[in-house]
């Protein structure tokens, strides 16, 4: 693939694009990763078309667009997965591969109602967003990055935070992933407490092109580039160099 191929981070929920800073300077300077905001999280508005999956894919189209990369790898972090997946099965140019790190399914989420409402309910709580995490976190974080964590969770707007939770979720596009036709990679903690290895092997995997494989990074929870940052770097750069190629 071209010196010129550009990474398109796209971040969990309650999370911002800068959860892809450590995973761009390691790649830097060979590849170039660009990581935005998504919609009422960050520093982001909301999305101009609501909150759905594919309000979202909207507004990444329209970032890719503004940004003009040539040839350009999806990289989607949990809801930044399902929505890398929904943009994917548009069959977009210049579109070179999709990498998911612990990806939302393209099925709806398993999460039970109990939980559901637990998180409903942490919005804005700084007590809950360091028990977060805490919990979704395995190798243990440098004191800025756990703060970062908590700061982007306490940041999420409150829009966006229930729309994720009561929708985006459980929306369902496994019928579309048949469209998706460029290389993909999936990656996944192998102590994920939000989303087992299992949970992927069962609901996404099978839907993914044939010969995707399923990567496992040992010692590591739900958020991988912060958590495993060389790891995910080296996977990355691994895909450009094995599956990129035009």
Known sequence: MPESLTF????????????????AALLAPEYRLLAPDLGGF?????????????????AVAGFIAAECPSRYVLVGHSMGGKIALELAARQPAGLGGVVLLSPSPPSPEPMTDEDRQTSLHAWGNPQEAEKTARHITVKPLPEATRRQVVADNLASSRA?????????????????????????ALVAGDQDPVLSPSVHGLETLPLLPAGTPLEIVAGAGHLLPYEAPEEVAALLHRFAQEWGKE
């Open 8 to 23: 398109i981070g796209l971040h969990y929920w309650a999370g911002a694009g800068h959860e892809f800073d450590q995973v």
């Open 160 to 184: 966006a935070w229930e729309a994720w939770l009561l929708h985006g979720s459980r929306e369902n596009i496994s019928a579309r992933m048949a469209r998706i036709e460029v290389p993909c």
């Open 42 to 58: 960050g520093s982001a508005p909301a999305p101009p078309d609501g909150f759905t999956v594919a309000a979202y894919a909207d």
